[in-house]
């Protein structure tokens, strides 16, 4: 029998067990449940690359117990000289993926430790603080649940899109966060999960945390969102964002830009549900944020059969921006931001 923590739920996709990582391989869900063991810091680093985790907050806890990996590793193999390996390490980590901020602050937090120790072995302060990260996140999303259902006028219908949920992040979700408080309240009817084309984050993993979760979920194809709205019926858009630049633009899986403009359009609320580890003050406004392109084939096959021709290449930018002016709401755990700007996210980051 599998031990209690490597049981396939949505909210265990993230597990530090036994001294090992664990990782839900979410490219064979919901078809197979399989977990996906990481011994060091270059197996974690294409574990993130492959999206066997994906998600922006999955992404920064999972690089937070790589670099513990990557530690552990060179310390036991050179104990008076690991330290050149494990920056070595925190550069693969970093090339993993280009634009979700929270692998790149994750990353920073656990070299500012790093910076600080002096103990002989590093190992058990690095862990503490990897599985400090997890459980913040976890506590960031419960919070962001409570204030984002606090302001859905119920019962109503939702759309999301991509899959921000337990899955893409340490635990209970961001924008699913708010989806599974809100339905816990009662306000909340059914939940329309765009598919998200091409890597159907919507359709395999949205609807399959969902349904887990027993809260009522309809699949529908991106283009339908449009149609859906004019009907009726559909009070907020809900999703999640990989990067918040400064002025309030808001980075997210690409088609949230389209869903933005159909929202405002349709008279339909338009809530992003982050942590405050999403917003990057670095960057002053949404242009300014690199947008990642995967492979081609992802559009051109369609569950690993080719269904463009062979001689014809394809677009695929993973991301979009859409501009402050059309978001109504940002949640954090720190607070909601009603139509965002530079002034009001620079005072949220400031509390502490
Ligand atoms: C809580 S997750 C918010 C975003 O990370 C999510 O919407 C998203 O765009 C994920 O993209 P992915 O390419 O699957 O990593």
């Known amino acids: 029998m599998k031990p209690h923590a490597l049981v396939a739920h949505p909210d265990n996709a993230i597990v530090w067990h036994e001294d090992q990582l664990f990782l839900l391989d979410q490219r064979a869900l919901p078809a197979e449940t399989r977990f996906v063991v990481c011994e060091n810091a270059a197996e974690t680093a294409r574990a993130i690359k492959d999206m066997v985790v994906r998600g922006a907050p999955a992404i920064g806890v999972t690089a937070a117990y790589g670099v513990v990996l990557s530690v552990r590793d060179h310390f036991q193999r050179s104990p ?12 693969v980590l970093a090339a993993a993926r280009p634009t979700a901020i929270n692998l790149f602050w994750a990353l920073e937090r656990m070299r500012e430790l790093l910076d600080q120790l002096d103990q002989l072995d590093p190992v058990p302060a690095l862990l503490i603080e990897a599985l400090r990260i997890h459980r913040e996140d976890v506590a960031a999303n419960q919070a962001m649940g409570d204030l984002g259902a606090a302001l859905i006028e119920g019962p109503t219908d939702v759309i999301t899109h991509c899959n921000a949920g337990a ?13 599974r408080s809100a339905y816990a309240a009662g306000k909340l009817g059914r939940v329309y999960a765009d598919e998200t084309r091409p890597w159907l984050q919507g359709s395999r993993l949205t609807a399959w945390e969902l349904d887990q979760s027993g809260i009522p979920v309809t699949v529908q194809a ?40 159909l929202a405002r359009y349709h008279g339909v609320r338009f809530m992003v549900a982050a942590p405050t580890s999403t917003i990057d003050l670095s960057v002053a406004r949404g242009a300014d944020i690199p947008i990642e392109e995967r492979a081609a084939d992802e559009v051109l096959s369609c569950g690993g059969t080719r269904v463009g021709p062979e001689a014809v290449g394809a677009h695929n930018p993973v991301f979009d921006v859409t501009p402050a002016e059309l978001v109504d709401v940002i949640v954090t755990e720190r607070g909601v931001i009603e139509q965002p700007t530079a002034e009001k996210l620079a005072a949220l980051m400031a509390q502490r």
């Open 167 to 179: 899955l893409a992040t340490g635990g209970y979700g961001t924008a699913l966060g708010v989806v």
């Open 80 to 91: 008076a000289d690991w330290r050149p390996g494990v920056d070595q390490d925190l550069k």
């Open 222 to 261: 991106d283009n339908v969102a449009a149609s859906l709205m004019a009907r009726g019926g559909i009070g907020w858009v809900i999703v999640g964002s990989d990067r918040i630049a400064a002025n309030g633009d808001v980075c997210n899986k690409i088609g949230t830009y389209g869903l933005a403009v």
